[in-house]
């Protein structure tokens, strides 16, 4: 029944008879301040040997031994509803009890340090129990009135607990469980206890402290960061993952109990942004469940989870305060995990969302150094960036908000920045807003654009003429989110069969709402060849012009391309060659192309 409802399994019976003798040897401390106390834990030599546990703390009376089980029976309650135990001999007897799960008998002896008559306590698995003074000898080699004041528990292990007590598994056992208590222990002579290296505060982090940060983290941490919260007596070190983490799972930070080992995955001590460190604490004031495996949710753990909170958040500002190239370096591994929980996490977002990492028209920036340089204008799309960032004004960067929570993130920036002002950037926005000809160039610039309307029309294609840059770039093709979803939907519909006739639906209903799914090419006004496309007086010239720098456009801007844009790439450049070697042939289409019509030998001849 305690390893089914209580504990987790068998090997908490050396936590349990360890803690028993912790206790102790502290209430002893209490009458005699000098004590210093040591637990000794003695394995079994093999089947059927006796493993015993020695403590010269305070010891028991007769009486308190008698009332060992009844304090059990009677805080059943307690138990269940994980209330937290105060009394000494309540903790002794749950945790004497678990010894059942590896023995079918408990034999306890103590003396008491009051000075009362030394005592034998026997318990069985069948539920009884014998209480008896010993006022003769203990055994036939140990008198009673030589016993030293103290307790001795001993167990005769099952078969299948012959591991557990064994040399090399009570030394594993003790020293995972008791590695860092304030009392000595010993397995076999052997001392396991030692210093606790995520207590110590030296600026630089210890050998030891980073061997066990490795541990724990399972590499080399990033950074140490202690822990300190006076009111309930929790004290460590929290150690920064140097790799990216799902903000989902779980935090398994280690707690020790007044040095004894409560849990190695204890997930509801920090607070659930914090998923980049893994903690390991000692408390004294946070209160265990009835099984001592995990922490009662209460306003202490509810206090020290803030507290610990708010020892994280104050390395991050120290980070962007002091070395910036160091928080950098942090959120180059964080930031995508990070972004994911400021959009739901508003204490969070109030002292991270500044320093996160941003791409923007003139460069990778932060959103809050993009905040003071003015407002931070936004696309929704990385296809909209892609778009914008050719021609982008300077001085008025954009901020690409297509990866994952940018966005959302950009548009709440006024409620994590003070005074942040944000703007939303659309394509065909940002090309209206674009430089128009010089006025003494108007007429010429309107009549250039009505001339390559026409040459596009079939292509479903509008032009616009502006002045921007880089000048070299002769033209942008632009398109909102509609239509590129119409391209694509065309593009996969050229493959035929059903989902040809679905996207074929699709752009119908589209049409049918009025969406405009034509897409803009924006001629450079300050390019060479636009300018002297306006010069043009050859119809035929410029439409082959405007349809090359379409089809160039679009392979540019990483454009699936149709086979209507094929083709009229095909016939362009096809009769530009006629045009440019003075051929005088009719200008061939693409069909023609692939199938030519027989020739006569006396043709090639001539």
């Not at 940018?406 to 674009?434: C, K, M, N, S, Y």
């Not at 250039?448 to 003429?465: G, I, K, M, N, P």
Request: aromatic residues 6%; hydrophobic residues 40%; negative net charge.
């Amino acid at each position: 029944m305690l390893s089914a409802s209580i504990y987790t399994g068998p090997q908490v019976f050396i936590r349990e008879l360890l803690q028993n003798g912790c206790d102790a040897i502290s209430a002893r401390r209490e009458h005699e301040p000098g004590h210093v106390g040591t637990i000794r834990v003695l394995p079994a030599d093999g089947a059927g040997s006796v493993f015993a546990v020695e403590d010269d703390g305070i010891g028991l009376t007769a009486a308190e031994v008698g009332d060992l089980l009844a304090t059990v029976g009677r805080s059943s309650k307690r138990d269940i509803l994980d209330l937290p135990r105060t009394d000494r001999l309540g903790r002794f007897g749950i945790g004497l009890l678990s010894c059942f799960m590896v023995s079918d008998e408990i034999r306890v002896r103590s003396r008491s340090a009051t000075g009362a008559p030394a005592v034998e306590w026997i318990g069985r698995i069948d539920g009884t129990f014998t209480v008896t003074e010993l006022a003769g000898t203990v055994t036939a080699t140990e008198p009673a009135g030589d016993r030293p004041v103290g307790t001795r528990v001993e167990l005769i292990p099952r078969q299948a607990a012959a591991g557990l007590v064994s040399p090399a598994g009570v030394r594993e056992l003790a020293d995972r469980f008791g590695r860092h208590l304030p009392v000595r222990v010993t397995v076999a002579g052997e001392t396991v206890t030692r210093a606790a290296p995520f207590l110590e505060r030296t600026p630089v982090p210890s050998p030891e402290l980073r061997e066990l940060g490795r541990d724990v983290v399972g590499a080399e941490p990033f950074a140490t960061i202690p822990l300190h919260v006076p009111s309930t007596g929790t004290r460590g070190t929290a150690f920064v993952l140097p790799f990216p983490l799902s903000p989902g799972q779980r935090q398994s930070s280690r707690v020790y109990l007044g040095g004894m080992l409560l849990s190695e995955r204890t997930d509801d001590l920090l607070p659930d942004w914090a998923f980049f460190v893994r903690a390991v604490v000692d408390t004294t004031g946070l209160h265990p469940t009835a099984s001592r495996e995990a922490l009662i949710e209460d306003d202490a753990l509810e206090s020290t989870r803030a507290e610990l909170g708010a020892a994280v958040r104050r390395w991050v500002i120290g980070l962007a305060a002091q070395t910036p190239h160091r928080l950098a370096a942090f959120l180059s591994v964080h930031h995508l995990a990070l972004r994911a929980l400021v959009v739901h996490d508003d204490e969070l977002a109030r002292f991270i969302v500044p320093h996160l990492p941003i791409e923007t028209t003139e460069g990778p920036t932060t959103f809050g150094e993009a905040a003071r340089r003015g407002v931070v204008r936004y696309t929704r799309t990385v296809d909209e960036f892609r778009q914008l960032a050719g021609i982008a004004r300077p001085g008025a960067p954009i901020v690409n908000g297509g990866y994952v929570y940018d966005a959302e993130i950009a548009g709440r920036l006024p409620e994590f920045v003070p005074g942040a002002e944000v703007e939303i950037v659309t394509v065909a926005d940002e090309i209206d807003h674009l430089d128009v000809p010089p006025l003494a160039e108007r007429a010429a610039s309107r009549r250039l654009q009505e001339r390559a309307d026409a040459a596009l029309t079939d292509l479903d294609c509008a032009t616009a003429v502006r002045a921007f840059e880089p000048e070299s770039v002769p033209a942008l093709y632009v398109a909102d989110e509609a239509v590129l979803r119409s391209l694509r939907r065309e593009q996969a519909s050229e493959a035929g069969g059903f989902w040809a006739d679905v996207l074929g639906r699709a752009d119908e209903a589209a049409a049918a709402h009025g969406t405009d799914t034509a897409g803009r090419l924006a001629l450079n006004w300050r390019n060479r060849l636009v300018h002297t496309l306006a010069t043009i007086d050859d119809e035929a010239v410029l439409s082959r012009t405007v349809r090359v720098l379409y089809v160039q456009a679009l392979l540019a801007g990483h454009r699936p391309l149709r086979a209507a844009d094929r083709t009229a790439l095909t016939d362009a450049m096809t009769d530009m060659v006629h045009l440019s070697v003075g051929l005088d042939a009719p200008v061939t289409t693409d069909s023609e192309l692939r199938h030519p019509a027989p020739t006569h030998k006396d043709d090639h001849a001539e």
